[in-house]
């Protein structure tokens, strides 16, 4: 899933938690598991980005480098 919106950090774990209860029931197609999973793939990269980024900004605002 190339094109998803984007999301807040808390919008972003929102949805992730949404899909794994998608993905926990039994009625999903391989390609609706396969989907979901990608969707929640990249979600889970864009947190990791916001919470390096944010990690950054407060190491700066205290002087250290990171």
Known sequence: MTDHPIYS???ALQR???IVKQL???DKSID???S???EA???VKD???KLRATEEDILKAFGEEG
Do not use: N
């Open 9 to 11: 950090y808390d919008k």
């Open 16 to 18: 992730i938690e949404e």
């Open 24 to 26: 926990e029931e039994d």
């Open 32 to 34: 609706e598991m396969s």
């Open 36 to 38: 979901l999973v990608k």
């Open 41 to 43: 793939s990249v979600l």
């Open 47 to 49: 947190c990791k980005v």
